[in-house]
């Protein structure tokens, strides 16, 4: 069994083909299907099932995945620490976000790091704020930028509080509150609104602040991209609750502010356990000492 054979399975694993997996490894069909084939023998096996119309993981291929991922994960750092112990970082950074993260310029500060380290592979993934945590603990992200009410702290990583904003209210340029200077949250109960998922961070802190008002309202549409939460809004379909910093880039709306409103609070989160020397040199890019300090 060797690594290239684990690449193999895990590219079948996910293109569900042979024949894509071949591109993607840049290596001839019939040269992957051999080392798969092969793999299989050793192990006593069959990994995947194949048919002339699709390709599928057996219970056992189900059960080989996640250790071949593990097992090319460590390959990978292990190659990377060395490289880093001879003055070099390499290896991948993987970078989770919230769609609303104002308190960093992300593109910004990859692009630094981008010109210092140009052997690292870079990866950005772009999820809500307990997904990014729950990925920063397995490993699968080492460094996350994400957003919750003030009510809550990321448990069980390393963070950084990097801001705390006051949402706004975000309404059609057209909406009869558009020429408002500032409304509360009894006047903004009475409208539709657009917001996130229920049970998302995001959606948290304004459930929070109605309820803690004694309040209720009507959320009329879930969406999970905040820039099309924003289109929704400059449609008239409904009002929004968005970070004051983050609303600024978005066209086709106005903003209210809220002499109310919930807080949230910006962090930046990492795990000392997962922290590869290229996650370390990005958060000194941001003058973010990977020091002990989980909350």
């Not at 997996?21 to 069959?46: D, K, M, P």
């Not at 599928?56 to 097992?71: D, H, N």
């Not at 996130?196 to 459930?207: C, F, I, K, Y």
Request: aromatic share 6%; proline share 5%; charged share 20%.
């Amino acid at each position: 069994m060797d690594l290239q054979q684990m690449r193999y399975v895990i590219a079948v694993a996910e293109t569900n083909s042979f024949t894509r997996a071949a591109e993607r490894c840049l290596v001839v069909q019939s040269a992957l299907s051999h080392q798969i084939a092969r793999l299989e023998r050793e192990l006593g096996a069959r990994l995947f099932e194949r048919t002339s119309r699709r390709v599928r993981l057996t219970p056992a291929g189900a059960a080989f995945l996640p250790a071949a991922r593990q097992c090319l994960d460590a390959a990978e750092r292990a190659a990377a620490e060395v490289a880093a112990a001879v003055g070099e970082v390499r290896g991948r950074l993987a970078v989770g976000l919230i769609p609303t993260v104002a308190a960093v310029d992300i593109p910004g500060a990859l692009r630094d790091f981008r010109r210092q380290y140009p052997h690292v592979r870079i990866s950005l993934r772009v999820g809500a704020s307990d997904e990014l945590v729950e990925q920063v603990k397995e490993g699968a992200i080492e460094v996350a930028f994400l957003g919750l009410p003030t009510t809550a702290r990321p448990h069980g990583v390393d963070s950084r509080e990097l801001a705390r904003d006051r949402l706004v209210a975000a309404v059609a340029l057209d909406h009869p509150l558009a020429q408002e200077t500032a409304v509360d949250l009894r006047r903004l109960s009475t409208e539709v609104f657009v917001d996130l998922p229920a049970d998302t961070a995001g959606r948290a802190q304004s459930d929070q602040a109605f309820s803690a008002a004694g309040l209720s309202r009507d959320v009329a549409f879930e969406v999970t991209n905040a820039d099309y939460l924003a289109r929704l809004v400059g449609q008239g379909l409904g009002i929004a609750l968005l970070p004051s910093a983050y609303v600024p880039q978005l066209t086709g709306i106005t903003t209210i502010e809220v002499t109310d409103a919930p807080a949230r609070v910006e962090y930046v989160i990492w795990s000392r356990a997962s922290l590869t020397p290229a996650a370390t040199a990005f958060l000194a890019v941001l003058d973010i000492p990977a020091m002990p300090g989980a909350e």
